[in-house]
């Protein structure tokens, strides 16, 4: 979907500013690698990956996601997730795939999750595969942006809920492969906080997979 602007300029590629794509293949490759193990601060429980480091192309693709509402961007980022997926999946057991949670107003503001988006993208591409939204940011939650990690994790803190229902309202196989999925990983406390949430629910985790990592 074009913002008006698109419609004005040239598409540009929301990674490297080349004119042509709204993500160019050159960029693209920076997020073809295979997923690499990552350990933040504030350790979730359980195995992170991210499919790469929070700079360079990726960086600006998924501010542009975030911040500017390059809703284009879910493709090639959703994509990239599901071919992180696949490598991490176990081949005979169903994926499900719970987005971290945003901040409602932050999300309304940005026009939409865009880690919802990037995920539905993914579960496309994955067989047996779907999206269950499963987690929100409670409310009295701050923008993390310029608080340090203590402070992350306070702020946070037992504030991460899940939607009401039990595990099988939600159509959730007992078998399945539960991954928490979000675009930046940082301090760790936002999927420590899900895993969490989703454990008291009854839903264990198999693991955290980011676009990128700080
Ligand atoms: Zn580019």
Redesign the pocket.
């Known amino acids: 979907m074009r913002t008006l602007l698109d419609l004005v300029l040239p598409a540009s590629?929301?990674?490297?500013?080349?004119a042509g794509a709204g993500?160019?293949a050159?960029?693209d490759a920076a997020l073809a690698g295979p997923p690499v193990r990552v350990w933040p601060r504030t350790d979730p429980g359980v195995p992170c990956w991210a499919l790469a480091p929070y700079a360079g192309?990726v960086r600006r693709a998924v501010l542009a996601a975030k911040e500017r509402g390059r809703r284009d961007l879910a493709e090639p980022l959703g994509a990239a997730l599901a071919g992180g997926l696949a490598e991490l999946r176990s081949a005979r057991r169903p994926l499900v795939l719970v987005p971290a949670p945003s901040r409602v107003v932050a999300a309304r503001r940005r026009g939409g999750d865009p880690v919802l988006r990037s995920a539905r993208v993914a579960t496309r591409w994955l067989p047996d595969s779907r999206v269950v939204s499963l987690l929100r940011m409670g409310p009295g939650v701050r923008d993390s942006v310029g608080l340090t990690p203590a402070e992350r994790a306070r702020n946070l803190g037992g504030r991460v809920t899940t939607a009401p229902g039990r595990v099988a309202d939600w159509g959730i196989p007992p078998n399945a492969e539960v991954v928490v999925i979000d675009d930046v990983l940082t301090t760790g406390a936002t999927a420590r906080e899900s895993v969490h949430a989703l454990g008291l629910m009854g839903l264990p985790t198999r693991g955290v997979l980011v676009t990128c990592a700080a």
């Open positions: 590629c929301a990674g490297c500013g080349r993500w160019c050159k960029c192309p």
